[in-house]
């Protein structure tokens, strides 16, 4: 048995065999998602999981990724639109979640008494089904590590967010008498969900957030990933201050990346007066720059010299999804220009509890294939959706159409047209549709419209781009919105835009990076 399962303790104590009959197995891997199985088990439950960087993700999916990561790259990095994901070490395929199957079970037993005669109640603690390595396959490049000291060592573990200073005083005075009887107690309310864990996973289980950052770099340093910027936002707690582990913290950050490739609080110090903008993604890449680490607490000076703290990056606010509506744009537009907006979603569920801890057996709105197209357009920099898929990447898509650009030439695979039907872009698919194609307006980015009022202007063809306007692809979901409401409010199916700058980006085909796996 191992330390803070409660399962481990039930099949320790005999219930466990007498309820299921043995070792408890679950499907954990979505019908829609192809991958190479492997089982993840533990002493009481084992769950079919996709082995790590083997789930297939269409290539057009990863091609329209990389192209939208290219063109925010040139955005003042507050306003680079970032695909996140909530928890995202909190996954399945690293056994968080193992034994929901388990207490689940035992939850059926008791649904009488705590819901509705017909509802089903079900326990779901992991946030996302695959591993880093998968979800920076489909496009995330916002990752957030829930940070915590358990068992002596920096945890990828899901508690915090508790605050009982009553109980949290107690501690203090516990901890006052433990020393000075030679010992030392690092745990609070804050702990609370870490050890005992909550997460259905064995709490010396929990992974080593140094195991973490470990597959973060291996995946930036794979060669088709070195032009790819990263932004880890470490969700921790002011207990590690309390505790004096902030230098394991920057320790374990310095000893996974190389110092001249963390941008770092110095080097914006450095960069700018306090006054200048953030720079561009682009900019930080061609300094050598590859990953930014942000703190949700501020630690001071202890960790200024690599991490940031949350508060000091782009005004970062996370506004509720709850507060965000899709059809008026409320709940982004209140904020000042150049906030970075992150909105995460939240789908885990503890029976008749919500993540919220509210009496609701859903959790609701969340970010989802439905959802993501309308926020994502209405200016929310990094939505972090739970439940990560491929189709739920492909809901995050705002330029290329499912299935473009074509693999093989056409003769005109520079130009490309926003349509106005769905606002995706498409190519010609062949030599004699080019010729449709350059009949289509050609689209001018008017120059100096604010980047929260973007402006276009249509010129029909053959003409050019006129002073004062630009030509060449939307860079970010909003101006891509505003380029298909200027081209609904005329006669046209479709606008014509260049992509020469931007065509170099490649088709990498996951069915073949993982094919030694199948």
């Not at 679950?26 to 533990?42: A, T």
């Not at 609701?360 to 993501?372: F, G, Q």
């Not at 409010?489 to 835009?497: E, K, P, W």
């Amino acid at each position: 048995m191992r330390t803070g399962s409660l399962a481990g303790v039930l099949a320790a104590s005999g219930l466990f065999g007498g309820l299921f009959g043995g070792l408890f197995e679950r499907e954990g891997i979505p019908e829609s998602v192809h991958c190479h199985p492997e089982l993840w088990c533990d002493d009481v439950a084992c769950t079919r999981v996709c082995g790590r960087g083997t789930v297939i993700v269409p290539e057009w999916i990863d091609s329209a990724h990389r192209l939208q990561h290219l063109l925010s790259s040139s955005l003042p990095l507050c306003r680079a639109s970032l695909l996140g994901s909530h928890n995202s070490a909190i996954t399945l395929a690293d056994g968080y979640g193992n034994q929901d199957g388990f207490f689940s079970g035992l939850l059926k037993y008791a649904t009488e008494w705590l819901a509705p005669e017909g509802t089903e109640l079900k326990i779901r603690t992991n946030d996302q089904y695959f591993s880093l390595t998968d979800q920076l396959n489909m496009g995330v490049r916002m990752v957030e590590l829930d940070t915590h000291y358990v068992l002596g060592e920096l945890r990828i573990a899901h508690c915090g967010g508790l605050h009982l200073d009553a109980l949290n005083k107690l501690v203090e005075a516990l901890n006052y008498v433990a020393k000075t009887l030679g010992f030392d107690v690092r745990w609070d309310t804050e702990t609370v969900g870490c050890n005992p864990s909550l997460s259905s996973i064995p709490a010396a289980s929990q992974r080593l957030l140094r195991d973490a950052l470990g597959e973060i770099k291996a995946w930036m340093d794979e060669a088709r990933n070195v032009r790819e910027f990263l932004i880890v936002y470490l969700d921790d707690e002011p207990d590690l201050l309390d505790w004096g582990v902030v230098p394991e913290l920057v320790a374990a950050v310095r000893d996974a990346f190389p110092d001249d490739r963390v941008f770092k609080p110095p080097d914006r110090a450095a960069a700018a007066s306090p006054d200048a903008g953030w720079p561009t993604m682009g900019e930080l890449l061609d300094a050598g720059f590859r990953v930014m680490f942000v703190s949700s607490s501020d630690y001071g000076t202890e960790m200024e010299p690599y991490v940031f703290a949350r508060g000091a990056v782009c005004n970062w606010q996370e506004p509720s999804l709850a507060d965000i509506d899709a059809s008026s744009c409320a709940g982004t537009a209140r904020f000042p220009d150049g906030t970075l907006l992150r909105t995460p979603s939240c789908e885990i569920q503890y029976g008749p509890l919500n993540c919220d801890f509210a009496m609701r057996n859903e959790n609701s709105p969340v970010l989802d294939e439905a959802s993501l197209p309308g926020v994502l357009a209405c200016g929310l920099n990094v939505p972090a959706p739970d439940l990560l898929t491929p189709q739920r990447a492909a809901a995050a898509v705002w330029t290329w159409a499912p299935g473009y650009p074509p693999s093989h030439p056409t003769g005109c695979d520079d130009v490309a047209y926003v349509a106005a039907s769905d606002g995706r872009w498409r190519t010609a698919t062949s030599g004699a549709s080019c010729a449709d194609l350059v009949r289509l307006p050609l689209a001018c980015r008017v120059l100096e419209s604010p980047l929260s009022r973007p402006s276009w202007l249509l010129v029909e063809s053959p003409g050019v781009c006129p002073n004062g306007t630009v030509g060449g692809p939307p860079r970010y979901p909003r101006e891509n919105l505003a380029l298909v409401t200027k081209v609904r409010s005329g006669s046209h199916h479709g606008a014509r835009i260049h992509v020469s700058h931007v065509s170099h980006v490649s088709h990498v085909s996951h069915v073949s990076h993982v094919s030694h796996h199948l």
